[in-house]
């Protein structure tokens, strides 16, 4: 509104103020120029009265006296002589009022016992009769206090004048109202211009626009106001700029972290997180059903124990949490505003891939132990068997000879998977690509097991979805994968099953999938399918002539992911399994 405006405020305080001033003025003058008239006409009617008094002491012809006294008079006024022979002369008066008084009101109103005082004159208002309406009355008398003279005049001549300067200083109080008026708003309007460009360019700078300018129209107070703003501009421009490099900078270092970073206050509020630390609090509202809206930047408060144990012990504290089938551990520290704890910093950081390493370290040590010691325990044996000659005939020492050659060749073919697993986990694995027809290919692959799946009456199929002929990879390490597969489906099938290869090349991508009818796998040893000495697990029912080392699967993915393919499995108990892998065939530079 107006009103509330610097302008409007400004210029109806001027207002007010000179319409006071003006309003003092004015009754002051009033109140002047009243006196001032009343003054005058009763100074000029007694400078008359004296002037007859004095005509009257020097001629003593009374019609001298009333005929030069109506040439002298005023046609308003109306005079009262009193002779010395006791003769009264009243003049006449074209005023209205005065014209209605009768001469014996007149004679008896003019007392002559005040003329008798050291003055000998007066001077004094009356009222008139039957009106609300005065007059003024003076009167003087000669030296010798023979002849006395009155003088009669209305103060509607006074009301008139009165009225004329009332009005006349009323306009040039209004005249002046009226400049007043427009040079307060000129006034306010140019001193308040700059204020107001002040203002948009503080909207300007709320709303991020720091390169608004203030124009600078004068070098006095406001214009030192407007080069000062303009350098407080700048200046904020500058500070916020380094403000946001800053707080892009440490939101790039905190959502490149691994770990989850979480800032803390001392009530427990999160005011800054990056994506890891959301990931674990997504994952802990979940848990423990946090609502939806309580959710929201706030501290767990299962955890709310650590925070007060950091913040009262203004110490480090460790925790280690188990959430969703995954190891956390939580390092929080105070975070300190000079001498006081104003919050706490936690990083939370996944252990569960580092614990899941040390414990396939464990197992593997275990696992070679295991699968060593039998192969080893064998040859001893029946080593010692024929060292002690315990086997008489030369068929027995035939017989215990080949086994000791068969657990030879098994404990070989243990040691040699390990160098190339070891080989391929360290990125040593060498590809050699060759162009290959893959009708011929996988046929010949497949040609290989038709005995063996006869020989344990098992069915062996090959589909093939073949609509380029030639690819690229590495003819031996992909037969290494596929003989891998195919045997473990034979191995693991029982007699009247089936195992189903089925072999696709679309859009330069090789995709393979072994589908059989064996024991499957159990839900939860599928992500392990993949890992070393996977056999030893169990998991799967295993003839009793089989002779796998269990590092077949994990040497064939990283055969696959060296190619740069994936290899994936999915099974059910009692039903089957099958595992797919797919490859791109038409690079042939090496990995």
């Known amino acids: 509104m107006f009103w509330r405006s610097v302008v409007g405020k400004l210029a109806v305080t001027i207002l007010l103020l000179v319409s006071f001033v003006l309003f003092i003025l004015t009754i002051l003058l009033l109140e002047f120029f009243e006196n001032f008239h009343i003054e005058e006409a009763e100074k000029d009617m007694l400078q008359t009265a004296m002037k007859i008094s004095v005509m009257a002491e020097q001629y003593q012809d009374h019609d001298l006296i009333t005929d030069t006294t109506e040439r002298v008079k005023d046609p308003s006024s109306r005079i009262v002589i009193y002779f010395p022979d006791g003769g009264v002369w009243v003049s006449g008066s074209n005023d209205e009022h005065l014209g209605l008084l009768s001469e014996n009101w007149i004679v008896e109103h003019a007392d002559q016992t005040e003329l008798l005082g050291e003055e000998r004159k007066v001077k004094k208002q009356v009222k008139l009769p039957d009106q609300d309406m005065g007059a003024f009355l003076v009167g003087t008398i000669t030296n010798d206090k023979k002849t006395a003279v009155f003088i009669y005049q209305s103060l509607a001549v006074m009301d008139q004048t009165k009225h004329e300067t009332t009005k006349i200083i009323l306009l040039a109080a209004g005249i002046a109202i009226i400049l007043t008026t427009i040079f307060a708003f000129f006034l306010s309007t140019r001193i308040t211009s700059p204020l107001i460009k002040m203002r948009e360019a503080a909207f300007d700078l709320t709303r991020g626009e720091f390169n608004t300018k203030v124009p600078i129209l004068t070098h006095d107070e406001i214009g030192e106001l407007a080069m000062a703003f ?60 946090y609502p939806q809206r309580e959710t929201q930047r706030t501290w767990p408060n299962e955890l709310n124990d650590v925070l007060q144990e950091v913040i009262q012990g203004e110490k480090e504290v460790l925790r280690e949490i188990s959430l969703q089938g995954r190891s956390w551990v939580m390092i929080m520290t105070p975070l300190y505003d000079q001498s006081y704890v104003r919050g706490a910093v936690a990083v939370i950081r996944d252990m569960t891939e580092e614990r899941r ?168 040893d599928l992500p392990f399918v993949f890992e070393r000495f996977y056999k030893a697990d169990k998991s799967r029912a295993r003839k009793k002539n089989a002779k796998g080392t269990g590092l077949g699967l994990s040497i064939a993915n990283n055969i696959i992911q060296a190619h740069q393919g994936t290899i994936t499995v999915k099974s059910k108990v009692n039903q089957g399994t099958t595992f797919t892998f797919k490859i791109p065939v038409n690079n042939t530079e090496d990995e």
Do not use: C
């Open 230 to 289: 303009n350098r407080m501009g700048r200046q904020l421009k500058f500070h916020i700029n380094a403000l946001r490099q800053e707080k892009e900078q440490l939101t790039s270092i905190l959502s490149s972290m691994a770990d989850g970073v979480v800032t803390l206050s001392r009530n427990g509020n999160m005011i800054v997180t990056n994506p890891p630390a959301d990931r674990f609090f997504d994952d802990w509202f979940y848990e423990y059903n």
């Open 357 to 524: 390493l040390d414990k396939l370290r464990k197992d593997f040590i275990a696992n070679v132990s295991h699968e060593l010691r039998t192969p080893i325990s064998m040859l001893q044996g029946y080593s010692e068997a024929i060292v002690d000659d315990i086997a008489e005939t030369k068929e027995e020492k035939n017989e215990l000879a080949q086994i000791i050659y068969e657990e030879s060749l098994r404990l070989s073919r243990l040691v040699n998977d390990l160098l190339d697993l070891a080989r391929m986990e360290a990125g040593h694995i060498q590809l050699d690509k060759e162009p290959v027809d893959l009708e011929d290919y996988m046929g010949r692959i497949s040609r290989k097991f038709k005995g063996v799946a006869e020989e344990n009456q098992i069915k062996l199929e090959l589909n093939q979805d073949i609509k380029e002929k030639i690819a690229v990879f590495d003819v031996d390490r992909i037969e290494q994968v596929m003989t891998n597969l195919i045997d473990n489906a034979i191995r693991h099938t029982s007699e009247g099953g089936f195992v189903v290869v089925d072999v696709s090349h679309h859009d330069e991508m090789l995709e393979v999938s072994v589908k059989d009818s064996g024991s499957g796998i159990p839900e939860e």
